[in-house]
């Protein structure tokens, strides 16, 4: 069974860095990627990004990679560095997982992922 637990949530300035921590266990069978979502208050869950825990490939929603960094360990904890916040990065952050041979390319959408962890709250005040 994939498990996925986030932490590193807080709360934080604009224009501060947080680094949020997804650890994942539980991949067996086939190669995955893990995903980072998050869901701001009153709006639908939107992608972050991914990383294919194989080849390490990534993947950044929109400009995000302008501020924000995925990767992972040997572990297969992934992190996700967000520098430069403000107030629209205030969301809670979830992580998920699904193998990789499922999903599409340049996708990130939440309904194609199936394992979800239970997410880490990040707040950011001006």
Same mark, same amino acid.
Request: charged share 25%; proline share 2%; hydrophobic share 30%.
């Given at each position: 069974? %994939?498990?996925?637990?986030?932490? &590193? +949530?807080?709360?934080?300035?604009?224009? +501060?860095?947080? !680094?949020?921590?997804?650890?994942?266990?539980?991949?067996?069978?086939?190669?995955?990627?893990?995903?980072?979502?998050?869901?701001?208050?009153?709006?639908?869950?939107?992608? %972050?990004?991914?990383?294919?825990?194989?080849? +390490?490939?990534? $993947?950044?929603? &929109?400009?995000?990679?302008?501020?924000?960094?995925?990767?992972?360990?040997?572990?297969?904890?992934?992190?996700?560095?967000?520098?430069?916040?403000?107030?629209?990065?205030?969301? %809670?952050?979830?992580?998920?997982?699904?193998?990789? $041979?499922?999903?599409?390319? +340049?996708?990130?959408?939440? #309904?194609?992922? #199936?394992?979800?962890? #239970? &997410? !880490? #709250?990040? !707040? %950011?005040?001006?």
């Amino acid at each position: 069974e %994939v498990r996925l637990v986030e932490s &590193g +949530g807080d709360s934080v300035q604009a224009g +501060g860095s947080l !680094t949020l921590s997804c650890a994942a266990s539980g991949f067996t069978e086939y190669d995955y990627t893990v995903a980072w979502f998050r869901q701001a208050p009153g709006k639908e869950r939107e992608g %972050v990004s991914y990383i294919d825990l194989s080849d +390490g490939a990534t $993947y950044y929603a &929109g400009s995000l990679e302008d501020r924000f960094t995925i990767s992972k360990d040997a572990k297969n904890t992934v992190y996700l560095q967000m520098n430069n916040l403000n107030s629209e990065d205030t969301a %809670v952050y979830y992580c998920a997982a699904q193998p990789t $041979y499922r999903l599409r390319e +340049g996708i990130l959408i939440p #309904r194609d992922f #199936r394992s979800w962890g #239970r &997410g !880490t #709250r990040v !707040t %950011v005040s001006s």
